[in-house]
């Protein structure tokens, strides 16, 4: 059984900086691809990074260079650290994990948003509002 718990979203000035964790469960590895997708109201869901079963990452053009992914093994954790926010980045943060996308990360961030409804596990979401 696999579960993603999000947390880290808040409320911040545009131009600060948010560190949203996923801790995952259930894992019996971390060959997983996971992903942050992020969605706004009255837009459609998003893929904004990715980390996959092979240590391969990749992001989204709007967060290239000041959006970074990684994630920490012993803690069964996948981190996205956000610096620069912007109000652009306002939306609901949700992390997603699938056992046999094991090389997402080579994936352009159009097919981690095409392939997002696909995903076998999602954690609850955390709210990120960024204020001019």
């Known amino acids: 059984q696999v579960q993603l718990q999000e947390s880290g979203g808040g409320s911040v000035q545009s131009g600060g900086s948010l560190r949203l964790s996923c801790v995952a469960s259930g894992f019996t590895d971390m060959k997983y691809c996971m992903v942050w997708f992020r969605q706004a109201p009255g837009k459609e869901r998003e893929g904004v990074a990715g980390?996959?079963?092979?240590?391969?990452?990749n992001y989204a053009d709007s967060v290239k260079g000041r959006f970074t992914v990684s994630r920490d093994k012993a803690k069964n954790t996948l981190y996205l650290q956000m610096n620069n926010l912007k109000s652009e980045d306002t939306a609901m943060y949700y992390c997603a994990a699938d056992r046999f996308y094991t090389s997402c990360g080579a994936w352009g961030v159009d097919k981690l948003t095409e392939y997002a409804t696909t995903f076998e596990y999602w954690g609850q979401g955390t709210q990120v509002t960024v204020s001019s």
């Open positions: 980390f996959d079963g092979y240590g391969h990452t």
